[in-house]
């Protein structure tokens, strides 16, 4: 392991310098920009130890407490929930089909929210074929060795939604595309009222000129209601944009100061053989974490909630799923490549970058 120490440099920015007005129309950010060039701390990882889920076709993950919940793509129990220090499997379900129980494509595990209540672990899912939120006890399915759940109906989760978030709060956050008006439209519930943000508006007003360029606008979302922070990262441009539920706090984070706009995709072709600059991001209670593409390697990107760079873990491979076990100090990851998940000992790494 090889741990570099460097300053990092920050700028404030309130215009885009070199950018011309029809750009800045099509670069998705706040007026409000920082930029760094370095990390303060560097970290790079050895090969890391193979492990085996008992499992195939694997796609995502997270780790839940001392569980770790994968998305497979099996038809059948395609979710499984393993326990971490007894390495056995708990729970298989989730099933494709049409049947009250069954889900009519499998959600992935960025679809989910995850929270505790009353001394119980729940998974929120949405499914939007029925337009419906499905309500997964955990707790309870794992004693009960099946799905136990409770359904809600609703309408603003359908055919056009594309990221849903609940938390435990009662603060509910809904994603969907508008093919006519070529955008993508946010909407934000608290104690089942719509926010009217400025930044929500400022964010939903960028567009495309035709539905097959929607996935320009589609953001990944994390959301921290401690910290009352909303992170949007867009696989395809390096800034990425952080927000607060009270309109007191937006930015954008410029990583080595670059900026990008989707005119280029707008103008010329698709996005589709666009290289991916990152590949997920997860959320923690004092940082989130960006999984940053570099080649056919990963690099784990540490920032707290106010987009100030806190750390960056050098992967000697490629990740398309990671998470973090606190309890054992442990980095997971997965590239469902193929179909490989390794881990990592980051005890001294997490005492520094927590404090």
Not at 67 to 82: D, H, P
Not at 85 to 106: A, H, K, M, Q, W
Not at 258 to 281: F, H, M, P, Q, W
Request: glycine share 4%; aromatic share 10%; net charge negative.
């Amino acid at each position: 392991m090889k741990i570099f120490f460097n300053i990092v440099i920050l700028t404030i920015c309130l215009v885009l310098s070199g950018c011309t007005p029809e750009d800045q129309a099509t670069t998705i950010s706040f007026d409000n920009r920082i930029s760094f060039l370095e990390f303060p701390v560097v970290v790079s990882l050895d090969s890391g130890t193979i492990i085996d889920t008992k499992t195939i076709g694997n796609l995502q993950f997270r780790v839940i407490d001392s569980l770790m919940v994968i998305a497979t793509a099996e038809r059948e129990n395609s979710w499984k929930v393993r326990s971490i220090p007894g390495d056995s499997t708990l729970l298989e379900f989730i099933s494709i089909g049409r049947g009250p129980d069954e889900f009519v494509s499998s959600p992935l595990i960025s679809q989910a929210s995850f929270f505790n209540g009353d001394g119980k672990m729940y998974i929120l899912l949405p499914d939007n074929y029925r337009q419906q939120l499905r309500k997964i006890d955990l707790s309870k399915s794992i004693d009960s060795g099946q799905m136990e759940s409770d359904v809600e109906n609703n309408p603003r989760v359908n055919n056009f939604s594309v990221y849903s978030n609940f938390s435990d709060t009662n603060t509910r956050i809904f994603v969907s595309v508008n093919p006519s008006e070529g955008s993508i439209e946010r909407t934000i519930l608290k104690d089942g009222s719509e926010l009217s943000l400025n930044s929500i508006q400022h964010l939903n007003q960028y567009k495309v000129p035709a539905p097959d360029k929607l996935g320009l606008l589609m953001p990944n979302i994390i959301f921290n209601c401690d910290k009352n922070r909303i992170v949007e990262v867009l696989e395809l441009y390096p800034q990425f944009n952080i927000y607060s539920l009270d309109d007191n706090f937006s930015v954008t984070v410029m990583p080595e100061g670059k900026i990008d706009s989707c005119k280029r995709y707008i103008d010329n072709e698709t996005a589709e053989n666009k290289e991916l600059i990152y590949s997920g991001v997860n959320d923690y209670e004092k940082f989130f974490v960006i999984n940053k593409i570099n080649g056919e390697k990963s690099e784990l990107w540490f920032f707290n909630w106010d987009g100030m760079p806190l750390l960056d873990i050098k992967l000697p491979e490629l990740a398309t799923s990671f998470d973090i076990d606190f309890r054992n100090h442990t980095l997971y990851t997965l590239n469902f490549k193929n179909d490989i998940f390794k881990k990592y000992d980051l005890k001294d790494i997490l005492e520094g970058v927590s404090q």
